[in-house]
């Protein structure tokens, strides 16, 4: 078998099959299992791994954790032994709970993602099935039908009225038409026209494709191979990633600062490098990743729940910034369900013959499924047994018509259905109410005005028309000419009875909706009349020509409906949109709207769309219906404050405690707490924080978009830190000048006056309001409140003997308890003024 067949468009079917040993009638499942375990999945990229064993490595690649783990060993080395198995067990136990909660988080995406698995239709065992795309294999025989994403690259075995949009390998802005031939071994990619690219995707038509190239083997493959491509970094991620090089900058220049002063001061070289490592764990946010790995896959469980699956993790935060949201009308705003209201001749009158023409029309048509001819199938049968069809060109975006070559008796005709602008164009004639055949311009004005008249009332309108044609005609594009026009469809698709509901409980949450769509103008400030959206201002698609992109920017704002619009303007409106300082969410689910999915801040789809543009999107509904959408926005918003939570933990307490101990190490004669110390409260303080993703969040933190700001994010660490600094300060005076605690006491007080203190900060800094009037998460409660009563008691167990802790006397305990009260509430005094001076 030729397993590397790369100029497969300069040979014949027959023999290419032969090649690949294969048939026209596609593999057997047994034949394609071999395939797939010599070509492997098909795949640009090896599936990231997220097995057992790698997670666990990851949890210990931190170049501080690989440094600490290494002078601990070496501390072994030198007969240090309690101490350094306890480093080590510590390590070995922050490493397995980040391991834990990222398994079982990345297992739960895994399985959220299946739901909305991209499908393609291939023939096995002789049977049409559908299959994931991974799963196709060279040798396969593939159906494809307007709105599928090519599965890999092919050549042709049959093809039909074939159009393919091949802009993000070629660059070719318009589709390119396929056909069955031999080209040269030299033709180049955009000229290839017996083949199609993986990646690309069916504009109109049908094909049946025989797979010659997968996955990294495919051109698409050798592209992304090439680029390396890897989706845009998001505001959050560049936000997340900039404040770790902040702090891992901070913590580099303090750890080399206190080692140096430590080794100047004449104190043992090991312990100082243990001590400046172990707090270099402790300042470092090392739970950082981890605990955004969990809060958004937590955040995508609920999200699931509420019917939104989450493709792309990193997409949450984009979805709760987002402030304004485009959709088209169609099923999203209205019911979906497209009902006929009438058929009508040129005069306006109802008509049999244009509802027969369109019937026979939507009968016949055997491209993509629409609504538009399921309304007509269902709105009334006709008995067809006596007409057949010979042909038919399908509809495509470009001439926004469909024709379908029909016989009947002796009669042979070519019936067209679609825009009425686009069928207008192609007629010359029209037919009466009596069957008079008059000039299409003695006409015109009486067709627009009733066409205004039906716009007016909400109704779409389609044009019908016909020709005669000779007997066993193959009817071509260029045939749509010299038509008759026969009357006009009427359609109808009433509002969502819950849409007013939506768009005002979006505006609530600071969303605001603009629709996109194809439909005049009329229709359009119909709708959104009814809607409760202003129709004052529409733009239309021939608005938008005339209309530079600086003026688009400035006037895109104010407006809520566009009109008249085709495709390619979709993309146009979404990035003047963004360039105007929104977050923009997309929601499409057709052929034509790739592009502007691709565009947005957020693209959205449903598990009914075409492939293409579910490929696109990065959030999924499994409910086509803006009400999902909302609930989506609040789940969305809830993931993003519990990380930013997790945030200003790292940067509140934990920080400023570290920092303190770090300040007082230099002014003492010993070491404030012994690495084995500082990674115990390291340890500890992290049990509430990893709870987090549970927590409860306030309606405030809900009611309106926030994005990423690390000057606030700054602000707020330098505030708090500042604060936790000055009572660390007050309980060293408290054990060092007025009790006169001994060295190991000092450790003891100091050990629990931070971890206490660290742990019960979160309860106020969770939330805006006073901490006594917003209710934390069960799991945060408990695991707080638990850390607080473990760290009491551990000095008097064996437990706290083995990490050199003493018990102390309760005056110590009533004392270190009261610095911490006055501690909180100075945080609560401080955080009500933080947040009257920062918006954030």
């Known amino acids: 078998m030729d397993q590397n067949p790369q100029t497969f468009w300069n040979n014949p079917v027959t023999e290419l099959l032969n090649k690949l040993q294969a048939t026209s009638a596609g593999l057997t499942t047994d034949e394609a299992g071999k395939r797939r375990t010599t070509y492997g999945a098909n795949r640009l990229k090896p599936q990231k791994r997220s097995d057992a064993f790698t997670l666990l490595l990851a949890q210990f690649k931190s170049p501080i954790i690989l440094i600490l783990i290494f002078a601990t060993a070496l501390s072994l080395f030198l007969h240090n032994i309690v101490d350094a198995s306890i480093i080590l067990i510590i390590v070995v136990i922050s490493g397995l709970l980040g391991f834990w909660q990222e398994f079982s988080a990345s297992n739960a995406v895994e399985k959220l993602l299946a739901i909305v698995q991209i499908k393609a239709a291939v023939l096995r065992d002789g049977n049409q099935q559908e299959i994931p795309v991974e799963d196709i294999v060279p040798g396969d025989v593939v159906i494809l039908n307007a709105g599928d994403v090519v599965p ?15 802009a993000m390998l070629t660059g070719e802005t318009y589709p390119v038409e396929k056909s069955i031939s031999v080209l040269p071994a030299d033709t180049p990619l955009a000229q290839r026209t017996n083949a199609v690219w993986m990646g690309t995707h069916i504009v109109s038509g049908t094909a049946k494709a025989f797979v010659v190239l997968t996955g990294k083997n495919s051109e698409f493959g050798k592209v992304s191979e090439r680029l390396k491509l890897k989706a845009p970094e998001t505001e959050f991620e560049h936000g997340i990633r900039k404040f770790g090089y902040f702090l891992g900058e901070v913590t580099l220049i303090l750890v080399i600062m206190i080692f140096a002063i430590n080794v100047f001061l004449h104190r043992p070289v090991l312990e100082s490098f243990l001590f400046s490592l172990a707090l270099a764990v402790g300042l470092t946010p090392q739970l950082l990743p981890a605990i955004i790995s969990i809060n958004l896959a937590h955040g995508a469980k609920r999200m699931a729940a509420k019917k939104v699956i989450v493709k792309r993790l990193a997409s949450i935060e984009n979805f709760g910034s987002m402030n304004v949201i485009c959709s088209d009308k169609t099923g999203t705003l209205t019911e979906g369900t497209v009902q006929v209201k009438s058929a009508l001749d040129i005069g306006g009158e109802e008509s049999e013959k244009v509802f027969l023409f369109s019937y026979l029309n939507a009968f016949y048509e055997t491209g993509f499924t629409n609504p538009i001819d399921e309304a007509i199938l269902k709105h009334r049968k006709i008995d067809l047994t006596t007409y057949s069809k010979q042909d038919e060109i399908p509809y495509d975006f470009l001439r926004k018509r469909l024709s379908i070559a029909v016989t009947h008796g002796d009669e042979h005709l070519m019936v067209t259905k679609g825009a009425l602008a686009n069928i207008l164009e192609v007629c010359s004639s029209a037919e009466t109410k009596e069957g008079t055949i008059v000039d299409i311009s003695s006409v015109q004005d009486q067709i627009q005005d009733h066409f ?10 389609l044009g019908i028309a016909y020709k005669k044609i000779p007997a066993q005609s193959i009817i071509k594009k260029s045939d749509e000419v010299d038509m008759v026009f026969v009357g006009f469809l009427t359609l109808f698709d009433p509002p969502k009875a819950n849409i007013i509901d939506t768009v005002v409980n979006l505006k609530k949450l600071g969303v605001s909706l603009k629709v996109i769509t194809g439909d005049n103008h009329l229709v359009a400030a119909s709708l959104s009349k009814k809607m409760g959206l202003s129709d004052n201002i529409i733009i239309t698609g021939p608005d938008l020509r005339q209309m530079s992109d600086d003026a688009l920017i400035k006037k895109v704002g104010g407006v809520d409906v566009f009109a008249e619009i085709e495709p390619n303007q979709k993309e146009r409106i979404i990035i003047a949109l963004r360039k105007a300082g929104n977050v923009v969410g997309y929601m499409g689910d057709g052929i034509n709207d790739a592009s502007a999915l691709h565009a947005a801040d957020v693209g959205i789809s449903v598990d009914t769309a075409a492939d293409v543009a579910k490929d696109a999107a990065d959030i999924v509904l499994l409910e086509k219906d803006l009400g999902v959408l909302v609930q989506g926005v609040r789940e969305g918003r809830t993931t993003f404050a519990n990380t930013l939570k997790y945030v200003f933990m790292a940067t509140s307490a934990n920080f400023g405690n570290m920092f303190s101990m770090a300040g007082v190490s230099l002014f003492i004669p010993f070491l404030p707490l012994l690495p084995k110390q500082i990674l115990l409260t390291n340890l500890m303080t992290d049990f509430p924080e990893m709870t987090i993703a549970t927590d409860n969040v306030d309606e405030q933190m809900i009611d309106y978009p926030r994005r990423w700001d690390i000057k606030a994010i700054r602000k707020f ?29 000092f450790r003891t007080g100091w050990f629990i006056e931070s971890v206490v203190s660290a742990s019960l900060i979160v309860l106020v800094i969770r939330s805006r309001k006073p901490f006594f009037k917003s209710k934390p998460g069960k799991y945060l409660l408990i695991a707080t409140l638990s850390i607080v009563v473990i760290t009491m008691i551990l000095p008097y167990t064996p437990l706290g003997t083995l990490f050199g802790f003493s018990p102390l006397n309760i005056t110590t305990y009533l004392l270190i308890l009261l610095i911490i009260v006055i501690y909180i509430v100075a945080a609560e005094i401080t955080k009500n003024i933080f947040y009257r001076k920062i918006r954030f």
């Open 152 to 166: 890999g690259d092919c050549l042709l075995l049959e093809s039909k009225d074939l159009f393919v949009d091949e």
């Open 452 to 461: 205004a008249g039906f716009s007016n009332q909400g109704f779409r309108t």
């Open 717 to 745: 660490m330098i505030t708090f830190g500042l604060v936790s600094s000055i009572f660390d300060y007050m309980t060293f005076g408290l054990l060092l000048l007025i009790l006169r605690v001994s060295e190991s006491q």
